[in-house]
């Protein structure tokens, strides 16, 4: 699909249907009327645009994938600190309510991801993306071996949320994403050892 494309008010308004489809019911909702109906416009359009639900579907992963990337680009932009600027931009896009992701991208891309486990021809985008974080990641951390711990634990962290298999307290997630922060910088500070939250969970926990 060319950016010509994707960029047309009909086709964003389609694919905005698309995801909250999607996000509501699961890829199995995803169907041409359901689409067409929801969008208010006539199934024609919407085959106008995405001559199969294949084209449909392709196209929301990549839009998911510009998301993804534009969080990263304005983390990394936000971030005074080069030394393993990448990885703290991982963790601020994928889990720190960045507007370009959130809640509402992630059942999304929950959703499409699990959806799609078996069929990783149609992952290609993603799979390219994550090669590409990668390697950005190992390129300007300090310690490439503990950063890539780190993004391993947020992807973790991340598809066990998005999938609904476990729903962590908010305030033990928030200590945890701030000591995982704290391993980006090469070495713990006295503050990310001891972050507030880390202080309320343990008075949590005392009790």
Same mark, same amino acid.
């Given at each position: 699909?060319?950016?010509?494309? +994707?960029?047309?008010? +009909?086709?964003?308004?389609?694919?905005?249907?698309?995801?909250?489809?999607?996000?509501?019911?699961?890829?199995? !909702?995803?169907?041409?009327?359901?689409?067409?109906? #929801?969008?208010?416009?006539?199934?024609?359009?919407?085959?106008?645009?995405?001559?199969?639900?294949?084209?449909?579907?392709?196209?929301?992963?990549? *839009?998911?994938?510009?998301?993804?990337?534009?969080?990263?680009?304005?983390?990394?932009?936000?971030?005074?600190?080069?030394?393993?600027?990448?990885?703290?931009?991982?963790?601020?896009?994928?889990?720190?309510? #960045?507007?370009?992701?959130?809640?509402?991208?992630?059942?999304?891309?929950?959703?499409?991801?699990?959806?799609?486990?078996?069929?990783?021809? *149609?992952?290609?985008?993603?799979?390219?993306? !994550?090669?590409?974080?990668?390697?950005?990641?190992?390129?300007?951390?300090? #310690?490439?071996?503990?950063?890539?711990?780190?993004?391993?634990?947020?992807? !973790?962290?991340?598809?066990?949320?998005?999938?609904?298999?476990?729903?962590?307290?908010?305030?033990?997630?928030?200590?945890?994403?701030?000591?995982?922060?704290?391993?980006?910088?090469?070495?713990?500070?006295?503050?990310?050892?001891?972050?507030?939250?880390?202080?309320?969970?343990?008075?949590?926990?005392?009790?």
């Amino acid at each position: 699909m060319s950016k010509r494309k +994707t960029s047309h008010p +009909t086709v964003q308004k389609l694919l905005d249907t698309a995801e909250t489809i999607v996000a509501r019911d699961g890829l199995v !909702g995803l169907t041409y009327d359901r689409v067409s109906k #929801d969008a208010g416009v006539a199934k024609g359009t919407v085959l106008y645009h995405f001559a199969s639900k294949e084209d449909l579907i392709t196209a929301m992963i990549e *839009r998911l994938v510009s998301r993804f990337d534009a969080a990263l680009s304005h983390a990394m932009g936000s971030d005074p600190d080069a030394s393993g600027r990448a990885v703290r931009a991982y963790i601020a896009a994928t889990h720190e309510g #960045d507007a370009f992701t959130g809640e509402y991208f992630d059942r999304v891309n929950g959703a499409i991801t699990a959806a799609l486990a078996n069929t990783p021809e *149609r992952l290609a985008a993603v799979q390219a993306q !994550g090669r590409r974080h990668q390697d950005a990641i190992i390129a300007d951390s300090p #310690d490439p071996v503990l950063a890539t711990i780190v993004r391993m634990a947020i992807d !973790g962290l991340w598809f066990s949320e998005s999938l609904g298999l476990m729903n962590y307290d908010p305030m033990l997630k928030a200590a945890v994403l701030a000591r995982l922060k704290s391993w980006t910088y090469g070495k713990e500070t006295p503050a990310a050892r001891n972050t507030p939250q880390e202080q309320q969970q343990g008075e949590k926990n005392a009790t």
